[in-house]
């Protein structure tokens, strides 16, 4: 059980935030910063803990959202069940893509361009395709009822998707305990001779895709239920994609909390960017990316890694930290 | 829809467009050849590089072909120092962290030009950009024309490089055993700094030879570097002929597939080809394998 306490701490601590704030200009901030943590430990648990980097995370985000939103407008499918269906589809995408590149055995680079090719392929269909309602986006009919998984509230929708980002730390931490885990890191740190160890490289890499799949999905299903539209730019563009890989690697790659604290900080500089310049475009994307470099420059394991280097170097100072470090 | 008299043109031009895909390919897989890492940081510079050549001649009024000559040897400079201040430092021999790096630096350029510029769309006004050639049978505009024989002087001129200089025998060196190469004295780090700017300087001729008659905006070099990235894939990574041979190719089958399919589907054309030759041969046509 003690392995669990960090993320019940955290949960809770998180959870009392809408209790004693209710600006919404806050609350809308760790919205997004959460659902870009979601959508980071989708890609943490196969970029981090297998080492296949994807460059294509949209794909996985873009058709959970299309996916909720598709399925309500035009099938007046019920919000939870479509939410439900997002991820489903998240996790079958997973299986396909995964199933085709790691059966071809491409790895590394080649992994990183199929994967970008494969978001890149959605995002042109998605545009040109009646049903996503092409260039036009699809439009979500406000109806602020629980069970269309809508709230007047901000703190409810803050809620939701504390619930969503803990039970991927649970995901995660199960993972990381489990026999699964074990093949997973064994394969990231040498496929060659995990697989002369009876490790079935191939299966394991596509389990992480498809539980990576669906939990990148599950954000982008809380996307369009949190903003009710979506179109292909937003849904299978590059910034979901880079978002995704950014949070766990500036967080700490591999870690269980790495892309939560990740996707705090970057949030955080985009604003603070935004704040300096006004509303210029590109300047947050432009701060994402020297962050991107300097924390590879710096601390390649990510501020999780730089914390516990630094409790390394001073002893017990940092005592505290001891248990996330260890995550 | 099918007579000859469409189709051998639609060739023709695809070949023309062919090129200068195969020009932005050749950067790309130089620096895979020898650095074994994908530059997801290509298409930015090329975006970069238009933009160079856009304010060249009309703050300038430096003709683009003249520019080229300029342009070239100042991304060289620029992908050299990339190369050997920013991205091998900073990613620590690790090629997972070289990729990250690639990209951090993409996004970052591409972004600094959408804040600096606006997602505006620019154009250069040229008198012979609309000029074309009469061959009896066929027009063929005249800028590709001059765009299809400078890739081919580029590309004589790099094999000239690599084959029959100490810095060309030095790059086949480090692309064939980056150890050996080490021990046998070779700086491996200016080595690839080098190749890095060699594949940069592609990017900005390319971008020369573009702009007469493409667009810039701050996300235009992507459309290319897709196609690059595609190209060099199909014709193996690291292999320059096949650079060469795959642009022409591709150019091709995009110029069909839109004749067909229209321009949107036709891009979906490329990135299909591009995904069956990953999964079916992904050390591509001239490549070795894998």
């Not at chain 1, 950014?246 to 960017?273: R, S």
């Not at chain 2, 467009?17 to 930015?44: D, S």
Request: glycine share 12%; with cysteine.
């Amino acid at each position: 059980m003690k392995e669990f306490a960090p993320i019940a701490i955290v949960a809770a601590l998180l959870g009392a935030v809408p209790l004693l704030v209710h600006s919404n200009v806050v609350l809308n901030f760790l919205v997004v910063a959460l659902m870009i943590a979601l959508a980071g430990q989708g890609w943490n648990i196969l970029g981090g803990y297998g080492g296949q980097y994807s460059f294509g995370h949209a794909a996985f985000f873009g058709t959970g959202a299309y996916v909720t939103a598709v399925l309500q407008v035009r099938y007046g499918v019920n919000a939870w069940l479509a939410f439900a269906c997002g991820i489903a589809a998240g996790a079958a995408v997973g299986a396909v893509v995964g199933g085709l590149t790691f059966r071809s055995g491409l790895r590394g680079s080649y992994f990183a361009l199929v994967t970008l090719a494969f978001a890149e392929v959605l995002r042109i269909l998605a545009s040109v395709a009646p049903i996503t309602g092409a260039g036009v986006g699809t439009l979500i009919k406000l109806d602020l009822r629980a069970q269309a998984l809508q709230f007047q509230s901000r703190a409810v929708f803050y809620w939701v998707i504390l619930a969503l980002v803990t039970l991927a730390l649970l995901i995660t931490r199960l993972i990381e305990r489990s026999r699964f885990g074990a093949w997973l890191t064994a394969v990231r740190e040498n496929e060659d001779a995990a697989m002369a160890l009876g490790v079935d490289a191939t299966t394991v890499k596509l389990g992480a895709m498809v539980i990576s799949g669906a939990i990148t999905a599950a954000a982008g299903c809380f996307y369009v239920q949190y903003f009710l539209f979506i179109d292909s730019g937003i849904a299978y563009g590059t910034w979901i994609s880079i978002e995704a890989l950014l949070t766990p690697i500036i967080g700490g790659v591999g870690t269980v909390f790495g892309p939560l604290l990740g996707a705090l900080v970057v949030k955080a500089l985009g604003e603070a960017a935004q704040a300096v310049t006004g509303d210029a475009p590109g300047l947050d994307l432009v701060v994402y990316g020297c962050v991107l470099v300097v924390v590879i420059w710096f601390t390649p394991r990510g501020l999780i890694g730089g914390i516990s280097e630094l409790r390394g170097r001073f002893g017990r100072l940092a005592a505290p930290m001891r248990e996330i470090g260890h995550g | 829809m099918f007579s000859p008299t469409i189709l051998i043109p639609a060739i023709l031009n695809g070949l023309l467009t062919g090129a200068v895909y195969a020009l932005v390919a050749l950067g790309l897989t130089l620096i895979y050849g020898v650095l074994h890492i994908i530059n997801f940081a290509h298409g930015a510079l090329l975006t970069a590089a238009m933009f160079a050549a856009y304010f060249v001649y009309r703050e300038l009024g430096i003709d683009p072909y003249i520019a080229a000559l300029l342009l070239a040897p100042v991304f060289f400079v620029v992908g050299y120092a990339l190369q050997r201040f920013v991205i091998g430092p900073a990613s620590h021999g690790d090629d997972r962290n070289m990729l990250l790096v690639t990209l951090g630096i993409a996004v970052v350029i591409e972004n600094a030009l959408l804040f600096a510029f606006r997602a505006d769309t620019r154009t250069i006004d040229l008198p012979y950009a609309f000029q074309s050639i009469d061959f009896g049978f066929t027009f063929l505009a005249l800028p590709r024309l001059v765009g299809f024989a400078a890739v081919f002087a580029v590309a004589l001129a790099l094999w000239l490089i690599m084959g029959f200089t100490d810095i060309g025998r030095a790059i086949r060196a480090v692309a064939k055993e980056k150890l050996g190469a080490e021990l046998a004295g070779i700086d491996v780090a200016h080595i690839y700094a080098v190749t890095f700017g060699l594949g940069t300087a592609c990017v900005a001729i390319a971008a020369c030879l573009l702009i007469p008659t493409y667009y810039v905006n701050p996300s235009a070099g992507n459309a290319f570097v897709l196609v690059a990235f595609t190209i060099v894939v199909l014709g193996g990574m690291g292999s320059v002929p096949g650079a060469l041979v795959g642009g022409l190719a591709i150019g091709v089958v995009e110029s069909l597939s839109s004749l067909f399919l229209g321009d949107t589907l036709g891009q979906i054309g490329i990135f299909l080809i591009f995904i069956v030759v990953l999964l079916v041969r992904p050390s591509g046509l001239f490549g070795a394998r894998a």
